[in-house]
């Protein structure tokens, strides 16, 4: 998959990340970090292509594919979701706990999760669903998802370009990131759930 993206960057350039970036949003399992910090490494080579540029192509394509999971889970509901998961999820990557995880998120964060979660791997994607379930204002919904964006995407087309020909080394340290934060994030729920129980308690 990874050198499909980087044909498709190479032939197409800013079309190329704003079209790879909306189906990342859309379809999870298409790596952004691969997208962006490539980009940034592109942004480097070429004098045709820019920083600004691409960070605005990438946020388009966010932005754009967050709307549409934003719908979607506006118009289907949860339980079409759930089923379209459960029969389609293995192509995607996906199962019901991955949804239902995002699903936690914004019922505990409400509208910060929006923004918050663009930080986190899969579920940046993901969150977009239980936002357009909870039929949050869009006009917000697209600012958090915006600002989030954003940060996420110039961090990483910005490494690409400070690290040239070596732009992969953000992958391996890209890994150890999301592992320490589901690890986290397994924490923090363990904690609500102790929480819940002790003051069920008393």
């Known amino acids: 998959m990874q050198e499909w993206i980087m044909k498709v960057m190479e032939q197409f350039g800013y079309f190329g990340v704003f079209l790879l970036i909306l189906l990342e949003n859309v379809f999870p399992p298409i790596p952004s970090e691969v997208i962006l910090t490539f980009g940034g490494f592109m942004v480097d080579e070429s004098p045709k292509l820019t920083f600004t540029g691409m960070l605005i192509a990438s946020t388009l394509g966010a932005v754009i594919g967050a ?19 459960d029969k389609y999820g293995f192509i995607l990557r996906l199962d019901i706990h991955d949804l239902h995880n995002a699903n936690k998120w914004f019922n505990k964060y409400g509208n910060t999760a929006v923004f918050l979660c ?3 791997p899969l579920i940046r994607s993901l969150i977009s669903i239980p936002a357009g379930l909870s039929q949050m204002a869009i006009v917000p919904f697209i600012i958090y998802t915006t600002i989030g964006t954003l940060i996420w995407n110039a961090v990483l087309i910005y490494l690409g370009m400070i690290l040239g020909q070596n732009w992969e080394l953000v992958l391996h340290y890209f890994d150890i990131y999301s592992n320490v934060l589901y690890v986290l994030m397994a924490i923090l729920l363990i904690g609500c759930i102790f929480w819940l129980y002790r003051r069920k308690k008393h």
């Open 67 to 85: 709307i549409i999971l934003y719908y979607a889970g506006h118009v289907l509901g949860l339980k079409r979701i759930e089923k379209i998961v």
């Open 118 to 120: 663009r930080f986190v």
